[in-house]
T-cell receptor, first 112, second 113 residues
């Protein structure tokens, strides 16, 4: 089964609102990454958080990591129509050659 | 421009035929990966290679084969043994050392007729 499970599976919000998606995983990790995928395209790396970090920011993105609960959240503030995409978390167990495991994704729709 | 290219973008195959998907990168990355994505699903690892002339099976390697004769290239062959090959295939690369992101190609959509 997948290591990471995103929640919700789908999310629809108005432009300007914040979007929050969650990722839960099963085993201890070295780091957790979030990726974005526009429909029918490849994935693009957004942000990486290491297991010893609790929060990280990048522009309008805020990621938190709670290793005791084995969960992470991705917050996109002041959403734009261009943020419409699927978002995946990916857990890296080894920290070495990046054999990461991807979750099932959250499909975000931002309505203009 | 540095990046990963995959070809073709769309591929149609008749049942019983083998088909090879191309993946090339000019990022000088050591590690390369092949993933399969089904509609509404996450990515599942097929094969990965950490170095030239070496590769390992991922979670769903049955019915697939790969080669890594050059650092830049990691072709994936979908054989007739793969029972349900229709899917979106993504190639990725990673610098190979340390904690870094994976870079993805644009994908190949394979349809078996």
């Amino acid at each position: 089964s997948q290591q990471g499970e995103e929640d919700p599976q789908a999310l629809s919000i108005q432009e300007g609102e914040n979007a929050t998606m969650n990722c839960s995983y099963k085993t201890s990790i070295n780091n957790l990454q979030w990726y974005r995928q526009n429909s029918g395209r490849g994935l693009v790396h957004l942000i990486l958080i290491r297991s010893n970090e609790r929060e990280k920011h990048s522009g309008r993105l805020r990621v938190t990591l709670d290793t005791s609960k084995k969960s992470s959240s991705l917050l996109i503030t002041a959403s734009r129509a261009a943020d419409t995409a699927s978002y995946f978390c990916a857990t890296d167990l080894s920290g070495g050659y990046q054999k990461v495991t991807f979750g099932t994704g959250t499909k975000l729709q931002v309505i203009p | 421009d540095g990046g990963i290219t995959q070809s073709p973008k769309y591929l149609f195959r008749k049942e019983g035929q083998n088909v090879t998907l191309s993946c090339e990168q000019n990022l000088n990355h050591d590690a390369m990966y092949w993933y399969r994505q089904d509609p509404g699903q996450g990515l599942r690892l097929i094969y990965y290679s950490q170095i030239v002339n070496d590769f390992q099976k991922g979670d769903i390697a049955e019915g697939y084969s790969v080669s890594r004769e050059k650092k830049e290239s990691f072709p994936l062959t979908v054989t007739s043994a793969q029972k349900n090959p229709t899917a979106f295939y993504l190639c990725a690369s990673h610098v190979g050392v340390g904690v870094n992101e994976q870079f993805f190609g644009p994908g190949t959509r394979l349809t078996v007729l």
